[in-house]
């Protein structure tokens, strides 16, 4: 029933996920205006082409406004599912999570029973509406394959809770006396729904253990006469224990075996504290540790500390004998401080019916899985990210562009309005002025398109000590001429997965602009030092210069043609094309900063 049941839970999880896949298409038809492009084409080809849907909607600030097929659903449109007060507390919570929610399963408008995804789409941080996919009920349960798996022998039930009364409602046929039954449950997270699966005839075990039962009394019986003829004979009894004891050492040693060789992580662990007691080969191969350090540890170092206090909430609920078993998805610590994504699951033991003492650990390796749900989550971000940069692009070309065609046009028509030569000749210079202009723009704008367009970028693992060393070498006559001290407190093995070129350009544009903006008044001091954030490096580069005033600067401190001080200097394009390498190479920039203190710039690396 356990198998049967997990089943059921796989086949409507896959089905929910396909869904998901529907609704994040619909939710890239949104541009940045707002504006749906192609709806009827792609929303066709998504539900002509997935079986598991039976329709899809596009719901702008809450209003259904689009829907396909519209033929027999032309009731919904202009419908505000957010005044309806039995539809906006599942619509909110989708808001809330940022995330898909499956509310439902409840009469829809039109007729007939359904559960509807809702996938909240943001539009620069602010909510502009769902994509939402329509599953109806009977076309789902068909997907679960409840009606195949029941067969003669079982029954189920599915519910949910309702969002306003807090009862649980059933929309299939009643099972009888459901908590008196022998049944199984499990909880669907997507749309908080629960599926029951329960045994038609839960007597028909008893009739299975009567055979048993027989069968005991028999070899109960055989067992007397057996010690009794042992009794009387003391040097067979001797002998029968000997054989006995071997093959007990034979099933312990079977068993060592399979603990060493099983393919999952296994470990025992005392129950209170945590503490490590035994594991077997796999689990320290899975963390890079021997099976001796782990002895030496606890769960909750080995245990990502964003995650250490659901674990400790479920230990909670076994120590008090609220459960007996829990599985969830958690992060581990590696040796070498690597993260693995792990399933997790622990059972107790239990003795002479007291509370726990012991309990044992199962880890499954689940990265991959993992990252490719990160994957996908990042692809979309990806399109939405990239479809900004496009468009900002676009503005800075148009503008500078422009800006430069209008100064060349406007300095043509004064030179043919001139009438003597000198005057010509003024004009010519300065016509060769906005030229230099010009071909400095195109080669910035060639810069940033050479860095967005380069997805075949050589990566490899850099000693930021060795590139430190050099940009420094560089920089050399300017340290020295303006008398500046350098602080390193960069560890011998910080390594990051970079460009190599980019880790210089990088380097070279936040030292030189230290060096460049550095106090009037008082020698510049430089600090360089790396630390670990999550597992990942963090590379911090600190002045004490003239900072930046980042409540008037700190939005537009990145942009193209940005600048924040007097300095001629300042071409407003450094920091652009660095924050661009950065997000080349999937890392980010932050930064702290105050006018007349100094500035710090963090290199987060992935």
């Known amino acids: 029933m356990s198998n049967i049941i997990n089943l059921v839970k796989n086949n409507v999880e896959q089905s929910l996920q396909n869904s998901y896949s529907v609704a994040l298409s619909l939710a890239l038809l949104v541009d940045d205006d707002g504006n749906i492009d192609n709806f009827e084409e792609i929303a066709s080809q998504l539900v002509d082409g997935n079986p598991n849907i039976?329709?899809?909607?596009?719901?702008?600030?809450?209003?259904?406004?689009?829907?396909?097929?519209?033929?027999?659903?032309?009731?919904?449109?202009?419908?505000?599912?957010?005044?309806?007060?039995?539809?906006?507390?599942?619509?909110?919570?989708?808001?809330?999570?940022?995330?898909?929610?499956?509310?439902?399963?409840?009469?829809?408008?039109?007729?007939?029973?359904?559960?509807?995804?809702?996938?909240?789409?943001?539009?620069?941080?602010?909510?502009?509406?769902?994509?939402?996919?329509?599953?109806?009920?009977?076309?789902?349960?068909?997907?679960?394959?409840?009606?195949?798996?029941?067969?003669?022998?079982?029954?189920?039930?599915?519910?949910?809770?309702?969002?306003?009364?807090?009862?649980?409602?059933?929309?299939?046929?009643?099972?009888?006396?459901?908590?008196?039954?022998?049944?199984?449950?499990?909880?669907?997270?997507?749309?908080?729904?629960?599926?029951?699966?329960?045994?038609?005839?839960?007597?028909?075990?008893?009739?299975?253990?009567?055979?048993?039962?027989?069968?005991?009394?028999?070899?109960?019986?055989?067992?007397?006469?057996?010690?009794?003829?042992?009794?009387?004979?003391?040097?067979?009894?001797?002998?029968?224990?000997?054989?006995?004891?071997?093959?007990?050492?034979?099933?312990?040693?079977?068993?060592?075996?399979?603990?060493?060789?099983?393919?999952?992580?296994?470990?025992?662990?005392?129950?209170?504290?945590?503490?490590?007691?035994?594991?077997?080969?796999?689990?320290?191969?899975?963390?890079?540790?021997?099976?001796?350090?782990?002895?030496?540890?606890?769960?909750?170092?080995?245990?990502?500390?964003?995650?250490?206090?659901e674990d400790y909430n479920n230990m909670q609920r076994i120590n008090s004998g609220e459960t007996r078993e829990y599985t969830i998805n958690k992060r581990m610590i590696k040796k070498n401080g690597d993260i693995v994504w792990v399933k997790l699951t622990v059972s107790t033991l239990r003795e002479n019916g007291l509370g726990p003492e012991e309990h044992v650990a199962l880890i499954e390796d689940i990265t991959e899985k993992r990252l490719s749900e990160l994957n996908l989550n990042k692809s979309y971000q990806m399109v939405m990210d990239q479809n900004k940069r496009l468009l900002n692009f676009s503005f800075i070309v148009s503008h500078n562009l422009r800006s430069h065609s209008s100064n060349i046009q406007a300095i043509l028509n004064l030179y043919e309005l001139a009438e003597c030569g000198k005057e010509k000749e003024s004009y010519i210079q300065l016509l060769s002025k906005v030229g230099l202009a010009l071909d400095q723009t195109l080669f910035?704008?060639?810069?940033?398109?050479?860095?967005?367009?380069n997805t075949d970028l050589n990566?490899?693992?850099?000693?930021?000590?060795?590139?430190?060393?050099?940009?420094?070498?560089?920089?050399?006559?300017?340290?020295?001429?303006?008398?500046?001290?350098?602080?390193?407190?960069?560890?011998?093995?910080?390594?990051?997965?970079?460009?190599?070129?980019?880790?210089?350009?990088?380097?070279?544009?936040?030292?030189?602009?230290?060096?460049?903006?550095?106090?009037?008044?008082?020698?510049?001091?430089?600090?360089?030092?790396?630390?670990?954030?999550?597992?990942?490096?963090?590379?911090?580069?600190?002045?004490?210069?003239?900072?930046?005033?980042?409540?008037r600067h700190g939005d537009q401190l990145f942009g193209m043609y940005k600048t924040f001080t007097d300095s001629p200097q300042s071409r407003g394009i450094g920091l652009f094309i660095t924050k661009n390498q950065m997000d080349a190479m999937g890392g980010r920039l932050s930064v702290e900063s105050v006018v007349g203190v100094g500035t710090t710039f963090k290199l987060h690396f992935n």
Do not use: C
């Not at 069968?215 to 002998?239: D, M, Y």
């Not at 077997?280 to 080995?302: H, I, M, P, S, V």
């Not at 910035?444 to 367009?453: G, K, M, P, R, T």
């Not at 006559?477 to 960069?490: P, R």
């Open 54 to 309: 039976d329709l899809v909607q596009m719901v702008p600030g809450g209003i259904i406004t689009k829907v396909y097929p519209l033929e027999g659903n032309q009731e919904v449109i202009n419908y505000n599912i957010l005044q309806e007060n039995s539809l906006k507390k599942e619509a909110n919570k989708a808001i809330e999570t940022r995330k898909i929610y499956f509310a439902g399963p409840f009469e829809l408008k039109q007729g007939g029973i359904a559960v509807i995804g809702r996938l909240p789409v943001f539009i620069k941080k602010e909510f502009w509406g769902f994509s939402a996919v329509i599953i109806k009920l009977e076309n789902l349960l068909r997907q679960s394959g409840i009606k195949k798996l029941a067969g003669g022998k079982y029954q189920f039930q599915f519910s949910k809770q309702d969002v306003q009364t807090g009862e649980e409602i059933f929309f299939l046929p009643e099972i009888k006396n459901l908590n008196e039954s022998y049944s199984k449950s499990v909880i669907l997270s997507d749309g908080d729904w629960k599926v029951y699966i329960a045994s038609k005839n839960p007597n028909a075990i008893l009739f299975l253990l009567l055979p048993i039962g027989f069968l005991i009394l028999i070899l109960a019986a055989w067992l007397g006469w057996i010690t009794s003829k042992v009794l009387k004979q003391p040097a067979k009894l001797q002998e029968l224990l000997k054989k006995k004891a071997g093959e007990l050492l034979q099933s312990e040693l079977k068993f060592r075996t399979i603990f060493d060789q099983a393919a999952i992580g296994i470990a025992r662990l005392d129950s209170i504290s945590g503490k490590i007691l035994e594991t077997n080969t796999k689990y320290g191969e899975l963390l890079g540790y021997t099976a001796e350090d782990l002895t030496r540890l606890d769960n909750r170092q080995l245990t990502h500390p964003e995650d250490i206090q």
């Open 459 to 551: 990566v490899e693992p850099l000693l930021i000590s060795e590139y430190l060393k050099m940009t420094l070498d560089l920089l050399q006559v300017q340290i020295q001429n303006k008398k500046a001290i350098i602080h390193q407190e960069i560890p011998e093995k910080m390594r990051v997965k970079f460009n190599p070129a980019y880790m210089e350009s990088v380097l070279l544009n936040f030292l030189s602009n230290a060096l460049r903006f550095s106090g009037h008044h008082r020698t510049p001091e430089i600090l360089i030092s790396g630390t670990r954030e999550n597992g990942n490096w963090v590379l911090e580069i600190s002045d004490n210069g003239i900072g930046i005033d980042m409540d």
């Open 444 to 453: 910035d704008l060639n810069e940033v398109v050479s860095i967005q367009a």
